[in-house]
């Protein structure tokens, strides 16, 4: 069975991806107040989170230690429900931009809004 790695292209597709999306967020008034510095190498860490999230290799737990360093470094944006839906609509059109497959960007949305959710919820102050 492939998987949405393998949908998308493999893992050089999602990190096209995640520069798409990040070139948009520096251009969003809503969402830029949660990046730090456009030079920074969020690009590349969303992109590794990205391929392993879609069941691409490991490499975000193996190079940055995965989903405990993902869910910290939302720790205290206090990110609104204007800006988690922000960010899903802007990951959708980064996927119109490279041209990922309507079925890919279905099978995606779940992860989308699942993944902005939890990162909504423990943003806030006093989050578990």
């Known amino acids: 069975m492939s998987t949405l790695c393998d949908l998308a292209g493999g893992p050089d597709a999602l990190h096209r991806l995640a520069r798409a999306f990040h070139v948009r967020v520096f251009e969003d008034e809503l969402l830029t107040p949660l990046f730090r510095d456009p030079g920074e190498d969020h690009a590349d860490r969303l992109g590794l ?73 423990v943003s806030q102050a006093g989050a578990a």
């Open 49 to 121: 989170w990205l391929v392993e999230l879609t069941g691409g290799p490991p490499e975000h737990t193996e190079a940055r230690g995965g989903f405990v360093v993902m869910r910290e470094a939302h720790r205290g944006l206090r990110i609104s429900e204007a800006q988690r839906q922000r960010w899903v609509e802007l990951m959708d059109l980064a996927c119109q931009d490279i041209g990922l497959s309507e079925e890919f960007r279905r099978r995606f949305r779940p992860y989308l809004d699942g993944g902005s959710t939890f990162a909504l919820r």
